[in-house]
């Protein structure tokens, strides 16, 4: 798996609201052609307290101030997930639809002190 900075969407981000990630990849940019197949890969880098969850969305846009975005994917993910880092939430293929920009946006209910990083890669760690 190759990690690209410029792919980094969060890295370690704390998600303690719901809100989008610090990163917004701008995929028309020189240099952030990958060959292939990109992966929308998301992580616990901080495990979070609490009994709830939070949503994991890739988004995508036309424009960077994302005033209307498109999710491309999502899924909800519980306490026995988040609560452990290193744990890799979701390490879905890009899909179809996306447009020049795309970031991670998450949606939180009823956890606290965790962290996400997220990144586009060429590929998965098989374990």
Avoid: H, W
Avoid at 105 to 120: A, D, E, R, W
Wanted: net charge negative; proline share 5%.
């Amino acid at each position: 798996m190759l990690l690209d900075e410029n792919a980094i969407l969060s890295d370690a981000q704390a998600i303690s609201a719901t809100g989008p990630s610090t990163q917004v990849m701008d995929l028309t940019a020189p240099g952030n052609v990958a060959p292939g197949s990109l992966y929308f890969v998301a992580q616990v880098a901080a495990a979070f307290t609490g009994d709830g969850s939070v949503k994991v969305a890739l988004q995508t846009a036309d424009t960077s101030a994302f005033t209307n975005p498109v999710e491309l994917a999502g899924a909800t993910f519980g306490a026995s997930l988040l609560g452990t880092a290193g744990q890799i939430l979701c390490a879905v293929p890009m899909p179809q639809g996306v447009k020049r920009y795309v970031r991670a946006y998450y949606t939180v209910s009823n956890v606290s002190g965790g962290k996400i990083t997220c990144f586009l890669t060429d590929g998965v760690e098989q374990k």
